[in-house]
């Protein structure tokens, strides 16, 4: 077991990209954006010659995190590691983190609806060593194909967005989106997006079909907009805004529609992202009700912390 250097790189994303539970979150190229803000101190987990867990954590004084530039991201594990293994894997990363001068682990666990197959065995294996569930934040997604259907305010969104004559098709103009979103953001909350423009043109550039913007359109001016993050089985919303005029023609519900339909109609999961605040304590039921409008239903997403002293 061993820190993550530079040159380890290509053998960590080719790891990620065969992982049972990782994402293009994971990848070097996203996490390392934002590397000015994080002491990384992600871990390489080997056995004999070859990877068989990654880590992706950053350090703050005596806490390892995992990964606090991410939403989720514990343990990146593929079909070979059986809970036999982890067991002695999480006994092992443990062992480093006290040799290493750690006197806390906190642990974003990754929610089942990101996992290629059931991967749960982390979990199991910190809670043996007395790991206790400390954030649960709600998000809210849709089982595509298997989800209540729309309410019938969004059905009637839809229709009336349709017959405003608005089309949605994919944009690479991210710029433009950005002037929305950060007015509507700056308005509603004072705040900015999590992103710079500089910073998802950026990760655009990396992952072209991983990261990708549906805007909705009345001739050629931009009603509303949704940027949307390709995570394997599951498809993220990150982003979603719109104009005054977007919003009184529900742009919005007709651009979730035409994804659903469309461009995820062969994903598993459609999710929204939490509706939580304060640590996931406070829930805001008007953004969850919006969600479940929509179909969809609760995920949780779970943090974990140890005591290592």
């Given at each position: 077991m061993r820190r993550f250097q530079a040159e380890d790189t290509e053998a960590w994303n080719a790891f990620v990209d065969g992982s049972g539970n990782g994402t293009?979150?994971?990848?070097?190229?996203?996490?390392?954006?934002?590397?000015?803000?994080?002491?990384?101190?992600?871990?390489?987990?080997?056995?004999?010659?070859?990877?068989?867990?990654v880590l992706p954590a950053n350090r703050v004084e005596d806490t390892l995190y995992s990964h606090g530039g991410l939403t989720y991201g514990g343990l990146l594990f593929g079909e070979a590691m059986s809970a036999e293994l982890m067991v002695e894997t999480v006994s092992a990363l443990i062992n480093t983190l006290r040799a290493d001068g750690f006197k806390h682990l906190?642990?974003?666990?990754?929610?089942?609806?990101?996992?290629?197959?059931?991967?749960?065995?982390?979990?199991?294996?910190l809670v043996q060593h007395g790991a206790r569930m400390v954030r649960c934040d709600l998000s809210s997604a849709i089982a595509i194909g298997r989800s209540p259907k729309f309410s019938k305010s969004k059905r009637q969104g839809v229709t009336r967005a349709r017959k405003t004559g608005l089309q949605v098709?994919?944009?690479?103009?991210?710029?433009?989106?950005?002037?929305?979103?950060?007015?509507?953001?700056?308005?509603?909350?004072?705040?900015?997006?999590?992103?710079?423009?500089?910073?998802?043109?950026?990760?655009?550039?990396?992952?072209?079909?991983?990261?990708?913007?549906?805007?909705?359109?009345?001739?050629e001016h931009i009603k509303g907009g949704v940027v949307v993050f390709d995570c394997g089985p599951v498809v993220h919303v990150q982003y979603m805004a719109t104009t005054e005029d977007g919003r009184r023609v529900a742009a919005l519900d007709l651009i979730i529609s035409h994804l659903l339909e469309t461009v995820c109609a062969d994903k598993s999961w459609f999710n929204f992202g939490i509706s939580t605040t304060d640590g996931g304590r406070v829930l805001n039921s008007g953004l969850a009700r919006q969600k479940e409008m929509f179909g969809a239903r609760s995920v949780l997403f779970y943090q974990y912390e140890l005591d290592l002293s």
């Open positions: 293009f979150l994971h990848d070097r190229r996203f996490m390392e954006y934002h590397s000015d803000r994080f002491d990384d101190y992600s871990m390489i987990i080997e056995a004999g010659d070859k990877i068989c867990a906190h642990y974003k666990s990754i929610p089942h609806i990101f996992h290629q197959y059931p991967a749960e065995q982390d979990i199991y294996a098709e994919e944009s690479t103009d991210f710029g433009a989106f950005w002037r929305i979103l950060s007015e509507r953001l700056i308005e509603a909350h004072g705040a900015a997006p999590t992103h710079s423009l500089e910073e998802i043109e950026q990760l655009h550039g990396h992952f072209p079909d991983q990261i990708r913007l549906f805007v909705a359109l009345d001739g």
